[in-house]
Structure formats: C-alpha cells, structure tokens
C-alpha cells in the first residue's frame, strides 16, 4: 500500500481547525502535495482553508498551477481572491494582465483590487502602466497608494512612464490624479506640479448646515442623526452615508430613507448600484428597498424610463424575471444588445430566468466580451431544471465551441458534449491543455468504453489525479484505492467499488475492504467497514473489531453499524476468541471482549467471570476485563467475591507528585504599570488582528505577554482567551467601541463580556476617535459608571489626533490614552506624555514602524543605510517616559518571535536614539507630502457619489 502525506490526508478531514492546521503541513516539494493544494483551493469549504492553499500554491513556483489562481480569483471570499492574486504575481502569470481591468473596475474588496494592481505592476512593469494609471481614480487611499507606488518605481528609470504620468495628470478632471501626478514628480525629483483640485463634477450635493450634522467622528455623527427628525436632513446626505465604513452610521441612514420615503431619495440611492467599490454602499441600497412598501414592478418601469445604468437595469431585469411581466420582459430586452458590456451583462442577468428569452439568451455567446458570456456560463452551471432549456443550453454551447476561450469556456463545452453525447467534440476536449477540461471528457469517453487498453493505461498513470480519477473503472479502482499518491483519487475508487460492490466477486470485495481497512484516511476506513462482513472470513471480522477501537469517530460508527447488525454476533465472538486458532492480537481481544459484554447481563456475567478466572489473557486484556466490570451492577459480584477484589475504584486517582500551580506572572517578563489603574501590562500589546493562530499566541504568552488587543472580529484570538490555556486573571484584554452615547457604550460592554466569557473586562476604549465631541461628559460619565459597578477595571480613549488627546486629559482624569507614537510621529512626546504622566493616565501606542515606513529607506538616504528593524521601533517608543506599552499586530508567525525580543529589553539605547530620530525625521517629511497629495486627496466616497450623479436624469 502506497504511502500518503498525512497532512494531504488531514486536509480531507470533515474538521475545518484540522485542515487550516494540514494546508500548511502538506509537502509542496513533491507534486502529490501541490496537486492536494489545488484541490483544497477549488472545492474546500473553508475559505481560510482556501486562502492558504493559495499561498502555499504561489511559493510553489509551479506554473501547472496558474489556471487554478484564475479560477480562484472568482472565489466568492476576499482573502482567497486576494491570495489568488498574490500568487499568480510570484508565479509571475502574465494570464493575470486580462483580468486586472475588470477587478480594478468593480471587484468590490480595495485590498483585494491593491493585491490586483499590485500583481499587474509586479509581472508587467511598464506594461502595466495604463491600468496603473486608472487605478488613480480608485474611491480607496490604499489602491491609490499601491497605483502611486508601482508608478513612481517604474518611473524612476523610465523617462516615458513619467511623462505618459504628466500628460494623463494634466489632462484629467480628477482631483485624485492630479494630486497623485503632483506627489510622483516630487518623488522623481522634478519641480512639483501645484496640487489643484478643480471641482470635479458639474454638481454639488446640498450641504448640511454648519454644526448640525457634520463631524470627522462617524460615531458622533451617528449620536447627532439619532436626535434629529428625518425631514431636516438632506436626503443626499443621507444616500452618501449608505457607503459609509461606520455599520450604525449606515443602518441609521437607511432607516431615516425608509421614513423620508421621497423618490429623489430613491433614485439619488441607485446610484449607488452602479459603484461596487464602495463597500456596503450597494447592499445598503437593497435592503433599503427591500424594506421600502413599493411596487416593484412601478419601480422597474421608472428605472427603465431613465437612461440605463447597468446597477438599476439588473434590478429592474430581476423584477421583469420575477414577475414574469411581459411588459417589462420587452422593455428589457433590447438593453441585451446595448452598446456597454455592463448594461448587457445587467438585462441578462434577469433574462436567464425568462424562458420566453432563451433565444436572446443564448445567442449571448456570441457577444465580444467575455463578462457577459459569463452569464449564460452562470446558467449553464446551475443546470437549468427544464429538460427543453438543457438541451438548448447545451446545443448553444456545441455551437459556440470552436471560439471559446478560457478554461472555464472550454469546460462548459465538453459538458455540453457529455450531455449530447457529441463524441468527436469530447474528442477534442479530451487532448485540451487544461487538467479540468480533459478530465470531463476522459470521464465520459471512459464510460462508453471507447479508450483503447493503452490510452486507458497512460490516464491512469498521468501525473495530474484529476486525469486518473476520471477514467477509473471496476479494476483500476481496486489499485488506486490502495496505491495511488493522491488521497482524493483513492476516495473515488472507493467510492465507485462501493457503489458496484456486487459486481466484485466475494474475495475481491474482502480483499478490497481489509485494504482500505488498513489505510491511512479515515474516511477510506468507513467505507471499508461498510464493505467488511461479519459472518465472512474471521480476518473482516477481526478487522471490523479493529475499526471499532479506530481514533475517527466516523470509523467507529461504520463499524459498530456492521457489528451491531449481524444477528449471530456473540457466536462468532465466542469463536474468534476461544476457538481453534483463536485471535492473538491483543486489540482485536479487547474490541472483542467489549461487544461480548456490551449488555452486561446475566450470560454476560457469566462470561466475564470465566475470562477473569482464566489465566491466558495478556496483562492489557486482562486489564481492560476489570474495568469492564464497573459496567455491571454491584449486587452481581456478591457470588463472586474473588472478582469483586479486583474491581477498580470507582472516583478518579489523583495524579501522583505535587500540583504545580502556574505562576502569576511569567518570571521573565517585565511588566509596567498602566499609569494609576492599578493593572500591569507587558510592553507589547499584541493584536489579534492578522488571525495568529491560537498555539502562537500561546506561545507569546508563555514568552511573557499578558496584555492582548481585542476585537470581535478576531476569531482566533477569541478562541484563546476562552480556552482556558491561561489564567485569565493574569491577562489584560483591551477592547472598545467605535459608538458614541451611553446606550450604545453600554450595548457594546455587554458585548464583549458576552463574546469572552467573563464578567468583567479590563480595560475598555472608544475607539478611533477624531472629534472632541466623542469624549464629552456624558461618554466619560458612562464609563466611570461602568467601572463603579466592576463591568471594567480602567477605561479611556484612542486617537491619532494629539491636540483632542490632550484637551481630553485636562476636561475629565481618563485613565488611559491610547495614541499614535514613532520616531516618524514624536508629536507626542513634547506635550502629550509628560501631561499624562503628571495626572497618572496610562499610555499605549501603537504603528511604532509607521506603517512600515520606517523600516525603508527615507527619499534621499543612501540604499545601503542602515535600517532599524521593528524590533527597534518598538523600543524608541518604550523608551519614552510615560509610555506603559506599544501594540504590536505581527501578521505572521516569524514577525511574532521577532516582535518578542522586545520583552527581553524594552528600550533603546541611548547611542541610537538620534539616529532613529533623524531616520524618523526624513521618513516623516516624505509622508506628509504622501498624506497631503496621496492620502487625503480627493475621490473619496462623497466624490465618488458625486461621480455618479453627475449625469442628470429624470425624477421617479
């Protein structure tokens, strides 16, 4: 029996903790363990588990493996798209390039539209310079940046890309670009253009009056808008905050919408259907009409009376579909043949449920654009039910088969042809170059018996599994299900010999089911014990008894169903153990014992009572007899006094040696006090913002971190402060709320306790605050009632804006401030600590590297200046006096152990100091050009709203 990786055998498993752990395990250095990987990111329903088969697919370096990037880049989660495109970067996929157009126009995720221009930048440099040109238009900073980074790289050494940058800054209307241009000619070192941000749009949105409802905190905003009537508040202020980031900021503005319940509110809100960039902005949109008493089918006439914009035109296409309105239904479709892709796409999309459309449907493959031949793919792969519909579906696709294109195109194709039986076309699709196209049609022609013996036997032993499971028949899958170096390929021949058990002899199917009995997957063992019969050979039922002791419960149970079903089970027990050549094996002894016990009756009795007195038994089975006897009742060892001698003791044995309790702080940590709370904390604050799995941040506790940065999004960290590995009175979690207002507060306390387990928490922020209003009176007053009635222990603030901090301090005592602090941000350190060291308030800080900024080199430092690690930038912020501790978030397991050396000397040395202060001095004067030209530039999301509503319409 050949040898599996046991981590591509756990990647498999039913458990989703035991796959995340096996992905990373799986040997990528052979290819079984890359192909394992493939099928992980293709068909796992986790999509942790998918994201990090991506990964470890595009550190393979293994260019077989770039159409199942592709296919991954439709994965309906984020962070396997995001991975997708970072691994097609490394495998250097040129394929990637026509995909990036459509991900920088509507994927919906930014850091998943950053990974794409990065990979684009990353495979074709100045190739990629017209993608990375549109990308300047992106509603994100952060695509921005990645668009602003990659330019001003591919610039440094290319005299065309800076000018092709200046003619396309010049030209453009766009306030974000021209900003953009202004910082990449100071970056090349050329007389900065101006940043002028011309009015971008014809239009202006209303304003709110000064004071009323304007504010840089979305929580305060949210509090004033709670106090407010909703017919004081411009409805376009209203729609703009549906793309808000700040979740009660939006559920409030669409709840303020339902109660205006105006048509200009509805038609400005469809808008936003049409930005998918904007998160959130275009759900918001549809629960808001979901919940809105309208008539739809009035609403889709309206929509249709405008000129058509592809979001409202989906819309209202799904409401003709729906409703099966012949009058709608033809005002739909001619937009199928619209001059723009999106609007084409957009009426499909409700027509495919039309069958009074199939025609127009179909002949959709004949489009120029491959995104809405992707519609009637969609439909295609969903299997419309009606038999009429399939075969169209199927003949459409025969027909369009000499112009597809993609993998994905083509593999539609050969299952038209599986389902036409259309053979020379499975033919073709049979010799494709892509492993999911052949293996369709290999499938199907190995059905009808058309492969010679050689062509079958060169598919059996291709090196892709997906080829060798698909021309698995009776006999080869009797091999494969043993031998093959593919765990899934050994589940399908299992499968398929269990499905056409009776056409295998009777020693063909024991000599199949003892094999996979012994194999190293637990779900093959299942399927074995389902095979295994009891009243055969005494080998299957040694081997069932086996499985019943088996460590997967999924084993146990297929045994015991075979077991349980033989009605002459306790004759062949008796048998296997007393009879002529009884069974030696110690295991299978003690299986047996248990399930000739298992009714503890009389006989039963009486049988133990025999074995015990006999003197054969091994020590283990003779062990494990006496311990069954705490299943039989008292009063039945009263005959037998002898035995009852030997009956084990009923409470648990308490373990021998002293009881070492875990000490209260780790002896070498050194922990500081958090100002005056009285709590003390280790000078790193670790996150659990990048998902470091439980065991890592175990290990950072056993190094000596106590205090941990908590939110309820943070899963796993989660799941460590609720395991019990510690103490949980020797930890300080840190949790907050990004709410305003003392219900609100409240709610989110609850929250948390709720979330963690525990009646009390220990220290508890507003979050992000970027208004003075955020920490008046009544929001302190909550908190300090908060901590009177032991909810938290201490309580404060975070914020990037000192001179709000600071004005905060000297209003109300708030025990602890959290704030932004490094050798490129030393703001704080002037006015800031030394007030909260004076008044006792504790001090965290955090983005110690800026961001990573600080850890490359400066605009104008030599390339061969040394640079400071995190390590160091850690220290220079706990070397300033007042600081209690620095909140570290290291994204991976080797940032971690690197991050803790920081707990063996918790500052810097004085030699040092100037030095990091003048590479913070240089690496700050470049990012506050970055912030003013990049960052803080316009195209936001009231731009982009802007964007949208600039091309006038009719009202509802």
């Known amino acids: 029996?050949?040898?599996?990786?046991?981590?591509?055998?756990?990647?498999?498993?039913?458990?989703?903790?035991?796959?995340?752990?096996?992905?990373?395990?799986?040997?990528?250095?052979?290819?079984?363990?890359?192909?394992?990987?493939?099928?992980?990111?293709?068909?796992?329903?986790?999509?942790?588990?998918?994201?990090?088969?991506?990964?470890?697919?595009?550190?393979?370096?293994?260019?077989?493996?770039?159409?199942?990037?592709?296919?991954?880049?439709?994965?309906?989660?984020?962070?396997?798209r995001d991975r997708a495109w970072r691994a097609l970067a490394r495998l250097g996929a040129e394929a990637l390039l026509a995909r990036v157009p459509r991900a920088i126009r509507e994927e919906p995720?930014?850091?998943?539209?950053?990974?794409?221009?990065?990979?684009?930048?990353?495979?074709?440099?100045?190739?990629?310079?017209?993608?990375?040109?549109?990308?300047?238009?992106?509603?994100?900073?952060?695509?921005?940046n990645a668009a602003v980074q990659a330019l001003a790289w591919l610039g440094e050494a290319d005299a065309l890309v800076r000018q092709r940058v200046r003619d396309v800054a010049d030209g453009s209307r766009n306030g974000a670009v021209k900003a953009a241009g202004a910082y990449l000619e100071g970056v090349w070192g050329g007389a900065a253009l101006a940043p002028v941000t011309p009015p971008l749009f014809g239009s202006e949105l209303p304003q709110v009056p000064a004071g009323a409802l304007d504010n840089e905190d979305p929580a305060v905003v949210t509090a004033r808008l709670e106090r407010m009537p909703a017919s004081d508040v411009p409805v376009s202020e209203l729609v703009k905050w549906l793309g808000d980031p700040h979740e009660p900021l939006r559920a409030l503005a669409r709840r303020r919408l339902r109660e205006r319940r105006e048509p200009e509110a509805l038609r400005l809100a469809l808008r936003w259907l049409d930005e998918p960039r904007v998160p959130h902005a275009a759900d918001e949109v549809r629960a808001l009409l979901e919940r809105l008493d309208l008539d739809d089918v009035s609403l889709a006439s309206r929509i249709l009376d405008e000129p058509p914009r592809a979001g409202a035109v989906?819309?209202?296409?799904?409401?003709?579909?729906?409703?099966?309105?012949?009058?709608?239904?033809?005002r739909v479709r001619p937009l199928a043949r619209h001059p723009v892709p999106a609007v084409r796409r957009a009426a499909l999309s409700g027509l495919v449920h039309d069958p009074e459309s199939r025609a127009l449907v179909l002949s959709a493959l004949e489009d120029s654009d491959e995104t809405v031949r992707e519609v009637l793919l969609s439909s295609w792969e969903r299997r419309p039910v009606a038999p009429e519909s399939l075969e169209a579906h199927a003949r459409a696709l025969v027909v369009?088969?000499?112009?597809?294109?993609?993998?994905?195109?083509?593999?539609?194709?050969?299952?038209?042809?599986?389902?036409?039986?259309?053979?020379?076309?499975?033919a073709r699709a049979a010799e494709d170059l892509d492993p999911s196209v052949r293996a369709v049609a290999l499938a199907a022609l190995a059905r009808r018996g058309v492969f010679s013996e050689a062509e079958l036997l060169?598919?059996?032993?291709?090196?892709?599994?997906?080829?060798?499971?698909?021309?698995?028949?009776?006999?080869?899958?009797?091999?494969?299900?043993?031998?093959?170096?593919?765990?899934?390929?050994?589940?399908?021949?299992?499968?398929?010999?269990?499905?056409?058990?009776?056409?295998?002899?009777?020693?063909?199917?024991?000599?199949v089911a003892l094999l996979g009995a012994?194999?190293?997957?637990?779900?093959?063992?299942?399927?074995?014990?389902?095979?295994?019969?009891?009243?055969?050979?005494?080998?299957?039922?040694?081997?069932?008894l086996r499985l019943s002791l088996d460590t997967s419960p999924m084993v146990r149970a297929a045994a015991a169903s075979g077991l349980e079903a033989c009605a002459t089970l306790d004759e062949r027990l008796a048998e296997l153990l007393h009879g002529p050549g009884h069974e030696q094996a110690e295991d299978v002894r003690v299986s047996a014992y248990t399930w000739l016990l298992r009714r503890a009756d009389g006989p039963a009795f009486e049988r133990l009572c025999a074995a015990l007195r006999g003197t054969s038994e091994p020590e283990r089975v003779a062990s494990h007899l006496e311990a069954l006897t705490l299943v039989f009742p008292d009063e039945a060892f009263a005959a037998?006094?002898?035995?009852?001698?030997?009956?084990?003791?009923?409470?648990?044995?308490?373990?021998?040696?002293?009881?070492?309790?875990?000490?209260?702080?780790?002896?070498?940590?050194?922990?500081?006090?958090?100002g005056r709370t009285g709590l003390s904390v280790s000078p790193l604050v670790l996150s659990g913002a990048h998902g470091l799995s439980v065991g890592a941040l175990a290990e950072a506790h056993e190094a000596g971190v106590n205090a941990f940065f908590w939110e309820p999004r943070y899963m796993e960290l989660t799941r460590f402060l609720r395991s019990g590995r510690t103490r949980r009175d020797g930890l300080v979690v840190v949790a907050g709320t990004y709410h305003s207002g003392a219900e609100a507060i409240r709610r989110d306390v609850r929250a948390a306790l709720r979330l963690l387990r525990t009646d009390r928490l220990d220290v508890f922020l507003l979050f992000w605050v970027r208004s003075r209003e955020r920490l008046d009176a009544e929001n302190f007053e909550t908190l300090e009632a908060l901590r009177a009635e032991g909810r938290i222990r201490a309580f404060g603030f975070s914020t990037h804006h000192r001179d709000i901090a600071l004005e905060a301090l000297r209003q109300h005592p708030w025990p602890v401030v959290m704030t932004r602090h490094s050798a490129a941000h030393p703001g704080a350190e002037s006015a800031l600590f030394p007030e909260a060291l004076a008044r006792g308030t504790g001090v965290l800080t955090f983005t110690a590297t800026c961001y990573g900024r600080l850890l490359r080199p400066a605009p104008g430092e030599p390339a061969d200046l040394a640079l400071p690690s995190a390590v160091d930038c850690y220290r220079?912020?706990?070397?300033?006096?007042?600081?209690?501790?620095?909140?570290?978030?290291?994204?991976?397991?080797?940032?971690?152990?690197?991050?803790?050396?920081v707990l063996d000397r918790p500052w810097m040395m004085p030699d040092v100091l100037a030095a990091m202060r003048a590479h913070g001095e240089r690496v700050r004067a470049g990012n506050q050009r970055f912030n003013a030209l990049v960052r803080q530039a316009p195209g936001g999301t009231r731009d982009t709203l802007l964007a949208l509503l600039d091309e006038e319409s009719s009202d509802f």
């Open 1 to 80: 029996m050949g040898l599996l990786d046991s981590a591509a055998v756990r990647l498999l498993d039913e458990n989703a903790e035991v796959r995340r752990e096996a992905v990373d395990a799986v040997d990528t250095l052979v290819p079984p363990g890359r192909f394992a990987l493939r099928q992980a990111l293709l068909t796992d329903e986790d999509a942790e588990v998918r994201a990090s088969a991506a990964r470890r697919l595009g550190d393979a370096r293994d260019g077989r493996f770039v159409s199942a990037l592709l296919e991954a880049l439709g994965d309906p989660m984020p962070s396997v």
């Open 109 to 144: 995720v930014w850091w998943v539209r950053r990974a794409a221009i990065r990979a684009a930048a990353s495979v074709a440099g100045s190739g990629a310079l017209e993608l990375l040109l549109e990308a300047l238009e992106d509603p994100f900073w952060r695509v921005r």
């Open 314 to 330: 989906g819309l209202a296409a799904w409401v003709a579909a729906r409703r099966a309105h012949p009058g709608l239904l033809e």
């Open 400 to 426: 369009f088969a000499p112009a597809a294109r993609s993998p994905r195109e083509r593999r539609a194709v050969a299952e038209a042809a599986v389902f036409l039986e259309d053979e020379a076309l499975l």
């Open 458 to 511: 060169a598919a059996s032993v291709h090196e892709d599994p997906w080829i060798r499971a698909a021309v698995l028949d009776t006999e080869s899958a009797r091999a494969a299900s043993a031998s093959d170096l593919d765990p899934s390929v050994r589940r399908a021949a299992m499968q398929l010999l269990v499905s056409r058990r009776y056409e295998l002899s009777v020693s063909e199917l024991r000599s």
């Open 518 to 544: 012994g194999g190293q997957d637990p779900w093959i063992r299942a399927r074995a014990a389902e095979l295994l019969q009891v009243e055969g050979e005494r080998e299957e039922l040694s081997a069932l």
């Open 640 to 674: 037998a006094p002898d035995l009852e001698r030997r009956r084990p003791t009923r409470p648990q044995r308490a373990k021998a040696g002293p009881v070492r309790a875990a000490p209260e702080f780790p002896p070498h940590s050194s922990r500081r006090p958090l």
């Open 876 to 901: 220079y912020a706990l070397s300033q006096p007042g600081v209690g501790a620095c909140l570290s978030a290291p994204r991976n397991h080797r940032e971690l152990r690197q991050n803790l050396e």
